[in-house]
């Protein structure tokens, strides 16, 4: 048997996704009672950490990709000929639009 259901199970005033989360409940208190000092609600909260949770997830994988690049061209920043800096710097000048601005 098929049914329809036209009708949001939990209706609500966000055109946001809704879903349930289980947390510990020393964790659901610091929350409840985090929110209350702040005047926000328990989504916005949590909305806030997850936000903050993906940006540092992705400057980690920026830092990473950092790392890599480092230790496949070498680690010595005080050697201006390291080969690190060098291909940084070539990389670099490929990727600015150069102007000719000199008088003909």
Do not use: Y
Not at 45 to 69: G, P, W
């Amino acid at each position: 048997m098929d049914a329809i259901v036209d009708d949001p199970v939990i209706p609500g005033h966000t055109r946001c996704m809704k879903f349930a989360i289980s947390v510990p409940d020393e964790l659901f208190a610091a929350v409840d009672a985090q929110v209350e000092k702040m005047g926000v609600s328990r989504s916005a909260f949590f909305t806030d950490a997850a936000r903050r949770h993906l940006d540092a997830l992705s400057r980690a994988a920026e830092i990473d990709e950092i790392n890599d690049f480092v230790s496949q061209f070498g680690d010595n920043t005080t050697d201006p000929e390291s080969s690190w800096t060098l291909e940084a710097a070539r990389r670099t000048l490929h990727s600015v639009e150069w102007i000719d601005d000199e008088p003909e």
